[in-house]
């Protein structure tokens, strides 16, 4: 462990997405502006997430790839400790350590909350399938 650390600051070119803005503000228009997993409605805390990455271009702005989360539940998404089965409840990942704290936050089985669009299921089941997650092992 040290107890200081050399920063500098360097220059550098990043890739923006057009449109991301607008696609998390409809995502989080569609959630009622709450946390689909934990129901935090804290705004500067939430985020519209896709399900399939924001790569694929013919899905990164369509509401239905969409899910807002809280930024907790959203990188405990994207990091496959959990996802949604067809019916629309969470279901964790045997592959991951899941921290009992976070067993308190987040419940298996919970449905996901009130949208006036629902994820689609499609899309849902290629988050299952990326990160080996099923309600049967």
Not at 95 to 106: H, S
Request: glycine share 6%; net charge positive; with cysteine.
């Amino acid at each position: 462990l040290k107890i200081k650390v050399g920063l500098t600051t360097k220059t550098s070119t990043t890739k923006a997405r057009k449109g991301q803005d607008v696609f998390s503000k409809n995502v989080r228009v569609n959630f009622k502006n709450k946390c689909a997993v934990c129901n935090s409605s804290q705004t500067d805390l939430l985020n519209g997430g896709h399900i399939v990455p924001a790569t694929d271009e013919k899905t990164a702005g369509v509401i239905t790839n969409g899910i807002c989360f809280c930024v907790l539940c959203h990188a405990l998404f994207d990091k496959g400790y959990f996802s949604f089965d067809d019916d629309y409840r969470i279901i964790f990942s045997k592959q991951k350590k899941f921290d009992p704290l976070l067993r308190n936050l987040i419940f298996e089985q919970k449905r996901i909350g009130r949208c006036l669009i629902e994820p689609s299921k499609t899309y849902l089941l290629y988050h299952r399938i990326k990160f080996n997650i099923s309600k049967f092992k």
